[in-house]
C-alpha cells in the first residue's frame, strides 16, 4: 500500500509545474494529455483490480471506462485515441477526484486484509503500469511544448553545463558463448522479459559511453543526413518526406546548435548523449561510423554485472548529461534509452499475461524495435538489466539515443 | 468609446460558462479556440489602432504580433491555423490581461482627443470584426464540445419547446426588375457590400419561412441522401466519401431524432428551422422540393424593406425557434444563415480596404457562397439587409439553414 | 449522319501517331486515357441512341455500360474515373472495333428513316460531345506525356517561331448597358448556355490580344510568385503546397524558359499567348497588373459580333501562336480558352437537358470557373461566342490563358 | 552463358499470353509493369556488368540509366517508383531491343574469353536477379489484372480440382538445439544467406502442410476478422483501415468463394493451400489455431534435408495446389510462400555486397518479415534450403501463405 500511495502521489506532484491550460495538450497522435495519463492510470486501478475484486462494483464514474481507456478491445471500444485532447471535461480538478476517489477504494481493500493472488500481481502491475506513465508524461508534454514558439520550460533551472569524467570513449569486450537473458527470479517482471532463456553470442565489443552530441554534429558535418548510402531504404524515405536533418528538438541559430529542452531552448552540450534520435538515425550514424548497434541480447549480458544507477529522473536533471563521477555503469542506465538493432519480439515460450491485460504488451510485437537501459526521465526503481522499451523506428520523442557495438576482431 | 467597451465585455461575458479547461479546444482546423478569439480580436485593435496611431509604439507583447495574426500576410507569417489548439500558453489569466492591456491604451487614445479619419474607421472595423468572432466563438465551441462522448452544455436551460405561430409556410411574390442592392448609405458596412449598384431581376418568390426540420426529415425519409439525381457532383462525391446521411449533429436513437446543441443533447424540435447544412444539402432539398435556393439579389431585394428583427443572440435561446409572434420578417433575419445560390465575388467596381485591412475580404472571394440573414447566435447590431457571409459549400458548422425560392410562373 | 461519320473519323485520326502503349496512359485522376475518350464517345452513342431508339436492344458489349460511364449515376455505378488507366482490356483493337460496330448500328437507324424529334438530338449532342472529348483527348495525352522523361513528341514537326503581327495590346471599349447573353437561336447549344436572358453591364475595356508568354515572365521577374498581396487565398494555400513558381509545362535550363508541348520540348515563345495558368495565376496576374478579369458576360458581349476564326485545332499548330495576319477577332477564339472571372451556375431560367442526359452539365455548377473563346486544340466548328467551359480554379492542364479587362474610366 | 541466355529467353517466354496493352500496367506503387521488369533486369547486365567490364563503355540508351534504376541510390537518382506506369515510350518493341541489344554485348564478352573473377559473379547475381524479376513480372501481373472488371486470365487452361493425397495435417518433430543455418557452401547464394552461424533452438513441431483455403475458411466462418483479441494492434488497425475480411483477391458470390487467379475468376480449392495473406492474417490465424508461426531457423533446420521439390512455375499450374503424389517434402517449397515470424535482419557478421551491389538486400532490414519455401511461381532453379524472401507485414499480393508451428510439449 505504501508503494501504491507513493506512487499515485508523484505522478500528481511530476504535474505541479502545469498550469491547468497545459493538462490538456495533444500535439500529435502519438502523444496524450497529461490530464489523460492521469485518468488512465486511475482507470488502470478501477478497471483491473476495482471491478475484479467486486463483482458487484459499480462505477461513480461510468463515462470513464470508455474515455480512458487506451487499447484494451477486451474492455470496451477506447475512445479514439487523436482525439484525447479534445476532451476538456472532465476539468482537471474531476480528474483529481477520480484519482482520489479510486485511491480510497483501493485503500479500502486492504482495510478488509491484505489483497493477495492475482488481485495483489495485479496492483503490483499497475504500479509499474503508473511509473511507465510518469516517463510519458514528461516526454509526451515536452513534445507539446516544443510546438509553441514561446518556448515553455516546464523546469526553470537548467542542469549545469557538463564536464566529461571520461576521455573519448573505449570499447569493451564481451566474450559472448551461450548465456541467458531474460527476467527469471520471482520478482516482478513484465511479460516481455519472460522466459528466461539462453542465447548463443558471438564475441563483440560496446563502447563504454552513449554516442554523444558531439560525436552526432561530426556526422552532421560529414553529410550524414545526405548520404543515401548510410540509410536504411525506410529510412531515407522517411528523411526525404520530412526534411529532417538533425535530431528532434534541434535547431540551428547564430552558428550555433540550439534544441528545446524540459528548460526551454537551451545550447546543445556537446559532452551529453545525443538524444531524440529515431532509430534511422541511429542505424546510419552507426554505419558511417564503422560500427553498428548491439542486439539487446548483448546489451542484456552487458548490462547484468552492472548496479542500476545513472542519470535518472530522481536526479533531477531531467535531461542527459557527461558522465558522472559515481558512474560504475559505463552510463548503461540512465541518460538516454538505447536503441538495439532486436525487433521487438516475444522471446521463445513466451505467455502473455492472463485475460483482458493480454493485451498489454504482446499485440504490440511487430515493426518496433527494442531500446534499452532508461532515461533521464525514467524512475530509477522502474528498470533493471532485463527491461525492454520498444518503439517503432520512426520515433523520436522519447529520450531516445543509442551506444555502438562491433564484433570482436 | 462605449461601443468599444460594451463589445470587448460582451465578448467576454460569452465565456463565462467556460471552464479553463476548455479555453483550448479546437477540434477541426476550421475552428478557433476561444482563447484564440479573445486574443486576436485584442489583436486586431493592437495591430491596426495602437501600432498605427502611433508609429513609435513598442508592444509589450511582441509575441503575440505573430501568435495571433489570422491571415494577414502583409503582417507577417500567421501561426499555423490548424495548430491553434497546441497554445497552452499564454495561459486564459494572460490573454484577459492582454485584453485588458489593450483596451487600457485603446481608451487613451480618447483622452488625447477622439479619434478621426481613418483610426476612427478602423476602431469601427474592429468592432464589427469582434462582433464576427463573437458568433464564431460559440459556433467553433458547439463544435469542440460535440466531439466529447460527454456531450457538455454551454448553457444548461435549453429553450422551451416551439410552437408554431404560422401554418405551412407559403409564397411571397416579387415582381423582378431593375434593383439597386449592396450598402449605399454613410453608416459602416464591409467593403464586400459596397458599391450599391442596380441589378436586374426576373419576377420570384420566397418562402414565407426557412425550411424546417419536419421538412428536412420528409427529405430524408424519402431516401434524399440516397439519391445521386438530387446532388450536384461534389457535393455527392462528398456524401461518398463522409459517409453524412442526416444534418451535422444529428443522431438518431430510439426511434427519435436528437441533436447536439449549446444547451446538450436534445430533442429535434420538428418545427423549428433546420440548421447545420452544407450547400449541398440545401441545394439537394431545395432540387427535391421542387424548388431552387434563391440568389442573394433577391433575398437582399426582398429583405430590404423588413425591419431587422429576429432571433438573435439577445434572445438568449441560442438555437433556431419556430416563427415569434412579433416576427414581422418572416424569420428573414435570425435563426439561421441562408444559403444563397450566389458564389461570394467582388461586386462590380469592388475596391478592399485600403492597406493590410485589405486582406480583410477580398482574398476569400473564390469557391465559397454567399450565407444571408444572421443566425441565433449573430449580435442583433451586427447585421442588415445588405451583410453578406460567406462559407464553402462542404461546410456545416455554422447555423447554417435554407429558405426556398422559385422563379414566378 | 454525314456529320456523325465525319467526326467520330476525326477522332480516330487524332489518334494516328499513337502508339499502342500511348493509348492507355492516366497519369493523374483528372486525365483520362486515350482508348478512353475513344471508348467512352462510342458508349454515349450506344447508350443514348441505341438503347433508347430501340426498347429491345440487346448490348454485344455489355460490360461496356459499367466500364465506359464517365459520371451519369443514372445509367448506374460509373467505373472509378482514377482507375481508367488499368484497363489494359478491352484492347485498343477491340476498342476500334465496337466504335465500328456502334458506327455501323447508328448508321442503320437512318436506313430506317431519318432519325427525327429527341433521337435525332440526342445524335447531335453527341457529335457535340465528341467534339469536347477531341480536345480533351489531346490536352489529356500532353499531360500524361510530359510526365515521361523521354518527353515524347505527339507532332515532329513544331509550329514555325511567331512574329506579332500588332504592337503591344491596347484596349478595346464596350459602353455596357442592357445586353443579352446565352443561346437563342434554333441551332445547337448546350444547355447551359440557355436561355438567353438580359444582363446589365457598366462601361468596360478589354485588352485587344491575350496576354503574352513575355507578359507573363516580367510578372514572374517582379516575384509575382513570392507576393502574398497578390493572390486569392485559397491560390496562395496551393502555391505553398504545390511549390510551382511557373505555368505547369514550363522548366528553366540554361537562362532560358522551355516548356513541354506537343512537339516535345520547346522554347517559350515569348510572343505567343501564355497558355496553362490555372485560375489562381490568371487572377493573380490580372491584380499584379492593375486590372481585372472579365466576367463572362463582358467577354461574350464583346465576342458577338465578331467572326468565330482564329487558331483552331484544324490550322494543325496544336499551340498558342502570336496574332496571326488575317485575325479579325482580336485572338478572342482560339490559341487560348480565357478564364473569367464568372463562376459556373446555371442562367436564370436554366433547364437541364431531359432524364440522364440532365447530368451532362448541371451537376457541375459549383466550384469552377467559366472559360470562353476555345484553344489552338478545339474543333472550330465547336465554337460559338456563347460557348461556356468551365474547370476548377486549380486546374492547368487545358490551354488556359488570360486576357484582361477593366473598369472603363 | 547458356545460363544466361536461357534465363533471359524465360522472362520473354513469360510475356507471351501479354498484349501490348498489358506491358504498361501498373495497378498500385508495390506493384510494376511488365515492360519494367523487362527493362530492369536488362539494365542490371547493362549496369553491373557491361559498363564496369569496360570503362569506356558508351550506352546507346543513356537515358535508361535513370529510367530503369529500381533503387540503387549509387547509380543515381531513380526514377520514381509510382509513376513507372507513366512510361509509354521508351515502347514495348525498343525494350526488347534493348534487352536484344544488351544480350549480344554481354555474348560478346565470352567471345573475347569467359568472364572471370567478380565479372562472373556479378553476372551470376544477374541471372538470380532476373529470376527474382520473373515472379514478380507474374504476381505483380494478377495484382495489375485483378483491378480489371473484365478479369482477365493469364492462362485460360486453369489447373485441375485437387484431390488432396494426405488426411488432415498431422505434426513433424524436431529436437532442436544447436544447429546451423544459412548459406555454407561455394555455390551461389544472395549476401543476407551469409555468414552461416550457429543458432539455438528450443524442441519444436511444424504442420506436414501449409495451412489450407478450408482450414482458413473455417477460421472466417468463426468470425476471426471480428475478434480483436486475434490480431496484432497494428493489423487490427490495418483491417479498420482496409475494411478486409478476408483474403485478398477473395470474393463471395452465390453462395460461394471465388478468387482471382492467373486463370481469371475461379472457385476457392478447399484443399489447396491459401494464399494471399498478409502477415497480420497469418499471424491471427495460428493465435486462433492456438499455435504460432515457426521461426525463419526452424523452418531452414526442417527443409535443410528435403529435397527441393514442389509445385513451382514449372509445373505450370500457376496456382497452389493440393499436396501432389510425388511430394516428399511436406510441401516446404513451392506453393505459397511461408510467413515465418522473423523479422528480416542481417545475419551476425552479415556483410553486404561490395559496392553499388551492396544496397541489392541489406538497406532493407527493417521492418519487413521472412518468408520461405518458394511459391507456385517461382522458378525451380532460384530456391534452396537457405533461401530468405522478404516482405512487409500488410503486403498480400505475393503468394503468400502459411504453416503452423508449436513448441514441443
Known amino acids: ?58 462505477s461513480p464514474w461510468p463515462a470513464y471506462r470508455h474515455l480512458f481507456n487506451s487499447y484494451y478491445n477486451g474492455v470496451g471500444n477506447p475512445f479514439p485515441r487523436p482525439q484525447r485532447g479534445l476532451l476538456s471535461r472532465p ?17 479500502a481493500l486492504w482495510d478488509r486484509g491484505s489483497p493477495a493472488g492475482s488481485l495483489a500481481e495485479r496492483i503490483e502491475l499497475g504500479i509499474h503500469h503508473e511509473q511507465q506513465h510518469q516517463e510519458l508524461l514528461l516526454t509526451d508534454l515536452k513534445y507539446s511544448f516544443s510546438r509553441n514558439p514561446l518556448a515553455p520550460a516546464y523546469q526553470t533551472s537548467p542542469p549545469p553545463a557538463g564536464r566529461p569524467e571520461t576521455p573519448a570513449a573505449a570499447w569493451r569486450d564481451f566474450p559472448g558463448g551461450m548465456a541467458a537473458i531474460g527476467h527469471g527470479g520471482g520478482a516482478f517482471s513484465f511479460d516481455n522479459e ?47 518526406a520530412s526534411g529532417a536533418m538533425q535530431p ?10 540550439w534544441h528545446f529542452t524540459l528548460h526551454g531552448m537551451q545550447a546543445v552540450d556537446a559532452d551529453a548523449p545525443v538524444a531524440h534520435l529515431s532509430y534511422f538515425e541511429a542505424d546510419a550514424y552507426a554505419r558511417w561510423a564503422g560500427a553498428r548497434l548491439p542486439t539487446e541480447a548483448e546489451w542484456e549480458c552487458a548490462a547484468q554485472a552492472l ?36 525487433n521487438y519480439t516475444g522471446y521463445p515460450g513466451y505467455r502473455p499475461f492472463d485475460g483482458e491485460l493480454g493485451e498489454y504488451n504482446g499485440k504490440f510485437m511487430c515493426n518496433q524495435f527494442v531500446l534499452r537501459g532508461g532515461s533521464c526521465v525514467s524512475p530509477a526503481a522502474h528498470l533493471r538489466s532485463s527491461y525492454r ?11 531516445s539515443g543509442m551506444r555502438l557495438a562491433r564484433d570482436a576482431s
Open 194 to 240: 519472460r522466459p528466461q532463456h539462453r542465447v548463443l553470442l558471438q564475441p563483440y565489443q560496446l563502447a563504454r559511453a552513449p554516442v554523444s552530441n558531439r560525436d552526432f554534429m561530426a556526422f552532421m558535418e560529414d553529410g550524414g543526413y545526405q548520404k543515401a548510402a548510410l540509410w536504411l531504404s525506410d529510412g531515407w524515405a522517411e528523411l526525404q
Open 1 to 58: 500500500m505504501d508503494a501504491f500511495l507513493a506512487i499515485t502521489t508523484q505522478t500528481e506532484a511530476l504535474c505541479e509545474p502545469l498550469q491547468v491550460e497545459d493538462y490538456g495538450l495533444q500535439a500529435m497522435p502519438e502523444v496524450s494529455p497529461a490530464k489523460w495519463h492521469l485518468a488512465h492510470t486511475a482507470w488502470y486501478f478501477e478497471t483491473f483490480v476495482l471491478a475484479v475484486a467486486d463483482p458487484d462494483y459499480r
Open 389 to 399: 522499451n520498444f518503439f517503432y523506428p520512426r520515433d523520436r520523442w522519447q529520450f
Open 91 to 107: 476539468s482537471v480538478e474531476e480528474v483529481y477526484a477520480y484519482r482520489q476517489g479510486v485511491r480510497e477504494r483501493i485503500c
Open 248 to 257: 528532434l528538438y534541434w535547431a540551428h541559430q547564430d552558428g550555433h546548435w
Open 307 to 342: 548496479p542500476v544507477q545513472g542519470n535518472f529522473r530522481e536526479c533531477g536533471l531531467l535531461a542527459p548529461a557527461p558522465r558522472q563521477v559515481d558512474d560504475a555503469s559505463d552510463q548503461m542506465f540512465g541518460d538516454v534509452w538505447e536503441w538495439t538493432s532486436s
